[in-house]
Every structure is written in structure tokens, then in C-alpha cells.
């Protein structure tokens, strides 16, 4: 019965596991290039919504919504900075998965990547919700693009990634034994987990708090 609680590692995967590989995979190496390439890429709209927050007096923002009314952009902060724990539990729950891995436990991995997948999608439901009640769209002037922009495109990498992790937990539920190549997959998709939610932490300081 313990054995179907365990992921069988063959010789190769134990000497790596020790220390005994010190290089570096292709498949990790390749998402650290892209990683690079997508914080430029944040980089780029975090520019722009500083050139629209900072061109405004400070007792001036949030800006106004709509002039005749005097009504403002107004975001909800609660419930994104519970949005937000969820997402930084995630960060641990995915680490918890890959030790898991490490020690054989196929057990433990599967559930740590199932509960990440839950709080994962959990984030995308609730941030749609708030799009659907926040009372303004893109087209609401240089706010609205610049807010939809960070945060449209932060959630279609919270997408991506939920896919990733998904591929990594079909490989783990079909796989008999695991071999070094088993760990590049799970620990690429990790690592652009983790990115996700460094770059959601940022956003939601700079963008809701500030």
C-alpha cells in the first residue's frame, strides 16, 4: 500500500538530488531567459501607468471618472488584498509540491499541486468578478487602459500558468518512474508560478495602495 504513496526516483534522479548534477537544465535555463523578457515586458506597462499617476496633482488621484459628476476611479482593496493572500499562499503551496518530488512523495506533490491549481483559479474568478462591479472599462481614459492592461494581461499569465501547472500534474497522475527529466517541467513551471505572484504583490501596492 505505501508504495502507491511514493514516486519511484532511479539511480540518476538520487545522485542529482544530492548535488551530484550541478548544471543547469536547458528547459530551466530557457524559462529564465523568458522570465527576463516578460519583466521588460511589466516593466513597460508599469512605465506607462506611472507617466498617467505622476502627470496628476497627488490630492488629485484618484482621477476623476467623470467631470460632470465629480465621481473618481475607485478600486476595491479588501477583497484584492484577500485576492492577493491567495495568491501568495499559492507561492507556498507550489513549493511545497516540488519538495514533495524531491523526497518521492507522489502523494504529497499531487495535492500540492492541486491546492495550487484551486487558489490559482480561485484569483481569476474573483478578479473577474471585479471587473464585472468595478463601474469602468478600458475606454474610461488613460486609467482604465493602463489598469486593464496590467491587470488583463497579469491574469492571462495566471491562466498560463495554471496551465503549466496542469500539464505537470496529468505527467505526475501517468507516470510510473521519475527521472531527472521530471524535474526540469514541474520546477520551470514553479519558478513562472512564483514570478506571477512577485509581479501580482508589486502591482497590487503600486496600483491599489498607492
Known sequence: MAAEHTITLSPHARNAERG??????????A??????????LFASFFAAYFMVRYNIAANDWPPLKNVATGERFELPKLITGVNTAFLVFSSFTVWFAEHRLKHGDR??????????????????????????HLGFTPQNKAFGAT????????GLHVFVGLVLLLISYIRVKRAHDFTPRWFTPLGAASLYWHFVDVVWVFLYVVVYLI
Open 20 to 29: 551530484q548534477h550541478t548544471g543547469m537544465s536547458q528547459g530551466m535555463l
Open 31 to 40: 524559462m529564465m531567459l523568458f522570465l527576463g523578457s516578460e519583466a521588460m
Open 107 to 132: 502523494k504529497g506533490l499531487e495535492r500540492g499541486l492541486l491546492v495550487t491549481m484551486a487558489l490559482g483559479l480561485t484569483f481569476l474568478v474573483v478578479q473577474i468578478n471585479e471587473y464585472v
Open 147 to 154: 489598469f486593464y492592461t496590467l491587470t488583463g494581461f497579469h
